[in-house]
């Protein structure tokens, strides 16, 4: 069974500019949140979308946004980049909610110069 | 907002020592997950507790969670060098569809 993917690997911007991170989920997992890593804050939760819905956010700007596919693959769009939003973005999927086994993927290392 | 406090952040012990990590909230959590990181990697689960007072074994690995479930435990006995690594908790409040993390403790074991 393939893992979670997550598109591109590492990602290199500049201040102002937006991006787009891409998650392909476990086959059959409906179930997509995103989380930023930063070595202060650690892991906070960004978003999750179950069947194309956005059941939960968190506390972060509206630059922050994400989508779900009817096929389970998600995206999330950082708009004007700022220096603070380098940091790991990682995904992880699982069958329907939280109490499921989450699996993550390698995540995306976005730094904003 | 639920928090969880993880402690120590850092941890240097030698190969065969044994370690406990912990993890504390103010808040009740209905399931509380630990994971490992390694560099480069996601996270990967260790294990899932659900019930208050709750103890599981993986290995050399014990994890308890709290009679109250506002906190847990990590216990390593004998580490060996391939449990370098960073180690995270993760609840979940009922009814939440987010997992809250704690900060980590990261994890070395010299040989």
């Known amino acids: 069974k393939a893992g979670v993917t997550q598109t591109p690997r590492y990602l290199i911007k500049t201040r102002g500019q937006q991006v787009t991170l891409s998650c392909s989920p476990i086959s059959g997992h409906r179930s997509v949140s995103w989380y930023q890593q930063t070595p202060g804050q650690g892991l906070q939760f960004l978003f999750e979308?179950?069947?194309?819905?956005?059941?939960n956010k968190g506390n972060f700007p509206g630059r922050f946004s994400g989508r779900q596919f009817s096929n389970s693959r998600s995206e999330m769009n950082v708009s004007t980049l700022e220096l603070g939003d380098s940091a790991l973005y990682l995904c992880?999927?699982?069958?329907?909610?939280?109490?499921?086994?989450?699996?993550f993927g390698p995540g995306t290392r976005l730094t904003v110069l | 907002t639920q928090l969880l406090e993880q402690s120590p952040q850092f941890l240097s012990i030698q190969e065969g020592e044994n370690l406990t990590v912990y993890c504390n909230s103010s808040s009740v959590f209905s399931s509380l997950q630990w994971y490992r990181q390694e560099p480069g990697e996601g996270p990967v689960l260790l294990v899932t507790v659900v019930t208050g007072g709750e103890v599981k074994k993986l290995k050399r690995l014990t994890f308890q969670f709290g009679d109250a479930r506002k906190d847990s435990s990590l216990h390593i006995t004998a580490a060996q060098p391939g449990d370098t690594g960073l180690y995270l908790c993760a609840g979940a409040g009922a009814g939440s569809y987010q997992l809250t993390f704690g900060k980590g403790t990261k994890l070395s074991v010299i040989p």
């Open positions: 992880a999927s699982c069958l329907a909610g939280v109490r499921d086994t989450q699996y």
């Open positions: 979308y179950f069947s194309e819905t956005q059941r």
